[in-house]
């Protein structure tokens, strides 16, 4: 895993439409906030946009491809990120439509770990 602080600039231009967002360097790679909320990870030059089960599908059919990483007993492992649609690194009107789903997904997760419990 390795961040380039350059190519965070580039996700902040590219992604400017979305306003405030800010970058902070986590395990080698990055995380890019929106509010409180990660919504995006940079790892060797790739942007990897939060997912759930609604905006998943999509992604995959644009030809993205689903973050894993090799675990310490070799099981390739996986996480809810996919990689930024092709087509979008050079659009960032696209990229901006992608974000927001991928926003939408990590405002969709936070909910559900904020419900009140219930009592018995």
């Not at 602080?5 to 080698?28: C, N, S, T």
């Not at 919504?39 to 905006?55: I, Y």
């Given at each position: 895993?390795?961040?380039?602080?350059?190519?965070?600039?580039?996700?902040?231009?590219?992604?400017?439409?979305?306003?405030?967002?800010?970058?902070?360097?986590?395990?080698?790679?990055?995380a890019?906030?929106?509010d409180?909320?990660?919504?995006?990870?940079?790892?060797?030059?790739?942007?990897?946009?939060?997912?759930?089960?609604?905006?998943?599908?999509?992604?995959?059919?644009?030809?993205?491809?689903?973050?894993?990483?090799?675990?310490?007993?070799?099981?390739?492992?996986?996480?809810a990120?996919?990689?930024?649609?092709?087509?979008?690194?050079?659009?960032?009107?696209?990229?901006?439509?992608?974000?927001?789903?991928?926003?939408?997904?990590?405002?969709?997760?936070?909910?559900?770990?904020?419900k009140?419990?219930?009592l018995?």
């Open positions: 895993m390795a961040y380039d602080p350059d190519f965070g600039e580039w996700v902040l231009e590219h992604f400017a439409g979305l306003g405030p967002m800010r970058i902070k360097p986590m395990f080698g790679a990055a890019v906030y929106a409180d909320l990660i919504w995006a990870l940079l790892d060797d030059g790739v942007v990897w946009l939060k997912v759930d089960e609604e905006n998943e599908p999509a992604l995959s059919a644009a030809g993205s491809r689903p973050f894993t990483y090799s675990a310490k007993n070799g099981q390739v492992m996986s996480m990120y996919w990689s930024l649609p092709e087509s979008a690194a050079d659009d960032p009107d696209e990229a901006l439509t992608w974000a927001r789903a991928s926003i939408a997904a990590a405002v969709r997760k936070a909910a559900k770990k904020r009140p419990k219930t018995r």
